[in-house]
């Protein structure tokens, strides 16, 4: 007898142990089950009238040989390599990220000082320290008040004393993605700003289509492998039998048998009072009929008073994402209340007013607006997730993986980390950011 192992989820991550699993050679017979009409999860890609529009800026990059090597598998010869270059808006500006001497020099003064007597100031001990008391502790307090707070609380809607230091340690390992830009703490930053080393950002990113164009890839491998996903199928929780799995519940399929599960979905489905909770994010993806002066992939805005937290520039990842002469934007805004959720539209004046004020558009020239609400974008770490977390109870033949499902704030690599290390039976670090 064969065994039956369900992945629920159909994103990176699900697709990646799918893969593996159905080209191993072992007799199992591998279902997915993915609510939506198509595969990639968070990594999907909008098409509207010859535009490409992914869920924010997605780029490939790892250190992890295997990785690196199942991404080329996969895409073939299908891939670009692309040197990054993302911007973050300060005091007004566009300064290029990792921040070099000359956008640090046109900060104000006031702040400028400040941050440098911050370099001499004693460090207090806190016994559980949050995201605010672990950047302060690194970057001073002046750095903290002057951008992370404003930008975390904005992308997060929660204060930054509620939010756990893991937050921080991710979320600021993300932003740098080259090891030899050491931002580790102030001094670190002033250091890499002053002496800045080589820095070699390249990604990869297919050579057509949009990020998705991986996972449409991984689905045809499943499906040749005699693996099958169910597209359209919502996985409401697991059937158990004496405290082992025997099935995952669907809302439109019944059940569907199982030796094993794999769940990569949002873990609050199956612990609905456990307390795990995501934010949600508005795209508005913005047609152009002409060029903007955009010179970055990506740019963070920090400015509590802006409503966006990151504007993503399409063409600048591959020319072919927009029709020619014409441009593209893709607006990340966190959603923190029910009106915005149910009528995102709402924004749309304010949106266009502020676009205009920081010179990312002409309005004039807009085609069109898709507003896409994409549910479950990131887990929010407050205090006590991890222990809550541990505290979990799994049936046996269930294990939770991937970004929602193991509630992990992590990149696509990642994903496809933990997939090829349960695929080959071995434990994959999660605490990649330390
Ligand atoms: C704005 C943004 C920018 C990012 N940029 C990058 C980047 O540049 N580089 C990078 O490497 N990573 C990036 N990431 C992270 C990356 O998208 C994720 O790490 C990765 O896609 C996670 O894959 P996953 O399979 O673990 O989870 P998911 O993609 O969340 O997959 C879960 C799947 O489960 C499905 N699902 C949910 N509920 C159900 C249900 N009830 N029944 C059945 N199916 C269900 C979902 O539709 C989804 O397909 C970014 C993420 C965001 C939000």
């Not at 895409?75 to 993302?86: F, K």
């Not at 973050?88 to 006031?110: D, I, Q």
């Not at 998705?212 to 409401?236: H, P, V």
């Not at 607006?331 to 676009?355: A, C, M, W, Y």
């Amino acid at each position: 007898m064969s065994k039956n192992i369900v992945i629920a989820g159909a994103g990176v991550s699900g697709l990646t142990l799918a893969e593996r699993l159905t080209s191993s050679g072992e007799d199992v017979s591998v279902t997915v089950l993915e609510k939506e009409d198509c595969p990639g999860g968070l990594a999907r890609t909008f098409e509207r009238d010859g535009f490409l529009f992914d869920i924010g800026p997605h780029r490939f990059h790892t250190s992890d040989t295997d990785v690196n090597n199942y991404l080329l598998e996969i895409l073939g010869d299908d891939h670009v390599t692309i040197n990054r270059s993302s911007n973050v808006y300060m005091a007004g500006k566009y300064r290029s990220w990792p921040l070099t001497m000359k956008s640090v020099a046109g900060l104000p003064m006031p702040v400028l000082f400040r941050s440098f007597l911050d370099l001499f100031r004693g460090k207090s001990e806190v016994e559980h320290p949050t995201f605010a008391d672990y950047v302060i502790s690194k970057y001073g307090k002046n750095i903290y008040n002057y951008f992370f707070r404003g930008y975390t609380e904005k992308f997060t809607g929660c204060s930054a004393d509620t939010l756990h230091i893991d937050w921080a340690e991710a979320g600021v390992n993300r932003a740098v993605i080259d090891k030899n830009v050491k931002t580790d703490d102030l001094f670190s930053l002033l250091k890499s700003v002053l002496i800045p080393k080589p820095v070699s950002t390249a990604f990869y990113y297919p050579s057509y289509g949009g990020i998705q164009t991986f996972c449409d890839k991984q689905a045809e491998r499943i499906q040749n492998n005699g693996g099958r996903i169910m597209y359209g199928c919502r996985a409401l929780g697991v059937e158990t039998v004496d405290g082992r799995v025997s099935g995952v519940e669907t809302a439109d399929m019944g059940v569907i048998k199982a030796d094993h599960v794999y769940w990569s979905a949002p873990v609050s489905i199956l612990f609905p009072d456990a307390g795990f909770r995501f934010m949600d994010t508005l795209l508005c993806n913005i047609g152009l009929s002409k060029r903007q002066n955009n010179n970055y992939q990506w740019c963070y805005f920090g400015q509590e008073d802006i409503l966006f937290s990151r504007l993503t520039v399409p063409r600048n990842f591959r020319a072919d994402t927009v029709p020619l002469e014409s441009d593209s934007l893709i607006v990340e805004i966190t959603l923190n209340n029910q009106e915005q959720r149910d009528n995102p539209k709402i924004l749309k004046d304010r949106l266009i007013h502020e676009l205009e004020g920081v010179n990312a558009l002409r309005a004039s020239d807009i085609i069109f607006i898709d507003w896409q609400v994409v549910p479950q974008t990131y887990p929010l770490y407050d205090l006590d997730y991890r222990k809550r977390f541990s505290e979990l109870l799994l049936p046996e033949g269930l294990d939770l993986t991937g970004r929602c499902g193991s509630f992990w704030y992590n990149n696509m690599d990642h994903s496809i980390g933990e997939a090829l290390a349960i695929s080959s039976g071995q434990v994959y670090s999660k605490d990649f950011w330390k």
